[in-house]
């Protein structure tokens, strides 16, 4: 169990110096286990962050869209669903700070961690002086473009966060290798996405030799999606390159 007390030697001074800059920073924080969660929570808010919290994957993707915060803590062992689960949710999104908290110390879910879009990983029991200091260290870089929480290109809206996609308002139902391709294209939106990158994003490290199972996917989404183009194609071949996602008012 993390113990959340300050060391001897820091300062008043600087106790409220901290506090000062992080008045208006919001972290939120999603873990199962209400004990630990309370104790995150009065780390965090003595230290001057502002604390959205929330017990459930679920929760915790809806709260994430609500409260636009700086930075998430993460458990990886979650009520509904895996940890791992809701962070490559939110990444199909946001490209907000994630630090996964979590007791679990085994090389593999490190590492499946920080491959699924984790900016650290950090092993219960902690000091919270380390928490802290990764939290920084995570805030530090410029925040990147927040992604739009909803998509649209002509008659075609899409949810990112709900995984909801329309055309015309009428709900269109996708495969989960469909909604993955096109959510690939949504945050890249006007950009050309190259087949290598594509089938590495979509199938992994042996995508490369499925270039004829990006073909037939693209295929089934321009038909499903059709009717979202108008005039216009919405996904744009780039002979000999790749495909790129229309942008359309």
């Given at each position: 169990?993390?113990?959340?007390?300050?060391?001897?030697?820091?300062?008043?001074?600087?106790?409220?110096?901290?506090?000062?800059?992080?008045?208006?920073?919001?972290?939120?924080?999603?873990?199962?286990?209400?004990?630990?969660?309370?104790?995150?929570?009065?780390?965090?808010?003595?230290?001057?962050?502002?604390?959205?919290?929330?017990?459930?994957?679920?929760?915790?993707?809806?709260?994430?869209?609500?409260?636009?915060?700086?930075?998430?803590?993460?458990?990886?062992?979650?009520?509904?669903?895996?940890g791992l689960?809701?962070?490559?949710?939110?990444?199909?999104?946001?490209e907000?700070?994630?630090?996964?908290?979590?007791?679990?110390?085994?090389?593999?879910?490190?590492?499946?961690?920080?491959?699924?879009?984790?900016?650290?990983?950090?092993?219960?029991?902690?000091?919270?002086?380390?928490?802290l200091?990764?939290?920084?260290v995570?805030?530090?870089?410029?925040?990147?473009?927040?992604?739009?929480?909803?998509?649209?290109?002509?008659?075609?809206?899409?949810d990112?966060?709900?995984?909801?996609?329309?055309?015309?308002?009428?709900?269109?139902?996708?495969?989960?290798?469909?909604?993955?391709?096109?959510?690939?294209?949504?945050?890249?939106?006007?950009?050309?996405?190259?087949?290598?990158?594509?089938?590495?994003?979509?199938?992994?490290?042996?995508?490369?030799?499925?270039?004829?199972?990006?073909?037939?996917?693209?295929?089934?989404?321009?038909?499903?999606?059709?009717?979202?183009?108008?005039?216009?194609k919405?996904?744009?071949?780039?002979?000999?390159v790749?495909?790129?996602?229309?942008?359309q008012?």
């Amino acid at each position: 169990m993390p113990q959340f007390t300050f060391s001897e030697g820091e300062s008043v001074e600087r106790t409220i110096m901290v506090a000062a800059i992080n008045q208006k920073t919001k972290v939120l924080l999603i873990h199962g286990d209400g004990k630990i969660r309370r104790l995150l929570r009065g780390c965090l808010e003595r230290a001057g962050y502002a604390v959205a919290e929330a017990a459930s994957g679920d929760d915790g993707i809806d709260q994430a869209a609500d409260q636009s915060p700086a930075a998430v803590l993460l458990d990886t062992e979650l009520p509904g669903q895996d940890g791992l689960a809701v962070l490559r949710r939110l990444r199909e999104w946001t490209e907000v700070p994630i630090l996964v908290v979590s007791a679990d110390d085994t090389t593999t879910k490190k590492i499946s961690a920080l491959d699924a879009g984790a900016n650290d990983y950090i092993l219960q029991p902690f000091h919270p002086g380390e928490l802290l200091a990764r939290l920084r260290v995570a805030l530090r870089s410029p925040p990147l473009p927040a992604q739009p929480a909803i998509f649209r290109a002509g008659n075609l809206t899409v949810d990112l966060v709900h995984r909801h996609v329309k055309v015309g308002g009428r709900p269109i139902k996708l495969s989960a290798t469909e909604y993955s391709l096109l959510q690939l294209f949504v945050r890249h939106a006007g950009k050309v996405l190259t087949h290598e990158h594509i089938l590495q994003e979509i199938w992994g490290s042996d995508g490369i030799a499925k270039l004829s199972y990006l073909r037939v996917y693209l295929t089934y989404l321009r038909k499903k999606l059709g009717v979202a183009t108008g005039p216009a194609k919405l996904f744009v071949t780039e002979t000999g390159v790749g495909y790129r996602l229309a942008i359309q008012e």
